[in-house]
């Protein structure tokens, strides 16, 4: 006779693998059952065990027998997905931690180059305000860098934006530090030019990653 701890086990386990290949939480799972997400809590940490009634409408809402919810065949698969869940969310935190002291490197380079210049030619004219300027599309650079290695390929396109205005905001204050010549207006058509190549750009290649995965599927 299979022990009523085992059965609890394997029950708890079944619940949560099953729940999350549906892309279910446990508040989703709790109201199309009509229960409490206390409930499907206490059946996923083994606590209570749900009767045979919920169990075969659960067995219904994710397509499965009595069996598979029952039994311990998928403990393995379970245990994996744990660990490459855990896995996923310590490298994307990893990773956006890296980027931020990327980012924040940058403006420790800018403000050090400040300093020192500001110190070995204090003679000269200040304008050495402009290594804040260029850190900001710097910055920008960094981040764009990082996110195409392991970012999102959706976030491309507003960084890519944000790099083209803050680089020509930057050159223009370079060149034009009163800003009030009249050829500023020609000049921002540059930026705004570059916004719609950079827009129909990632449109194209997500035109080409979408018929990649429909080729993949086929």
């Known amino acids: 006779m299979i022990e009523e701890n085992k059965i609890k086990n394997n029950i708890a386990k079944n619940i949560i693998f099953y729940r999350k ?6 508040l989703d799972l709790a109201n199309a059952l009509s229960y409490s997400d206390k409930a499907v809590s206490k059946w996923e940490r083994g606590v209570a065990i749900p009767d045979l009634i919920v169990l075969i409408r659960i067995s219904e809402l994710f397509n499965i027998s009595l069996n598979d919810l029952i039994g311990d065949e998928i403990e393995t698969n379970i245990s994996d997905e744990s660990i490459d869940d855990e896995r996923a969310k310590y490298l994307k935190s990893k990773h956006k931690i890296i980027t931020a002291l990327s980012v924040g490197l940058t403006w420790l380079v800018a403000a050090i180059l400040f300093f020192i210049f500001k110190m070995i030619f204090r003679n000269n004219p200040d304008m050495f ?7 900001v599309p710097t910055s920008f650079i960094v981040w764009l860098v990082f996110n195409l290695i392991w970012g999102n390929p959706k976030h491309t396109v507003y960084i890519e934006s944000l790099l ?12 034009y530090p009163s800003l009030d010549d009249p050829q500023l207006l020609f000049i921002l058509i540059i930026p705004g030019v570059l916004q719609i190549l950079i827009i129909l750009w990632n449109l194209l290649l997500k035109r080409r990653r979408e018929a990649k995965k429909k080729r993949i599927k086929e």
């Open 164 to 175: 083209s205005w803050t680089l020509s905001g930057a050159i223009i204050v370079n060149l």
């Open 21 to 26: 290949k549906n892309n279910m939480t446990q």
């Open 129 to 135: 305000y402009l290594f804040f300027v260029y850190a």
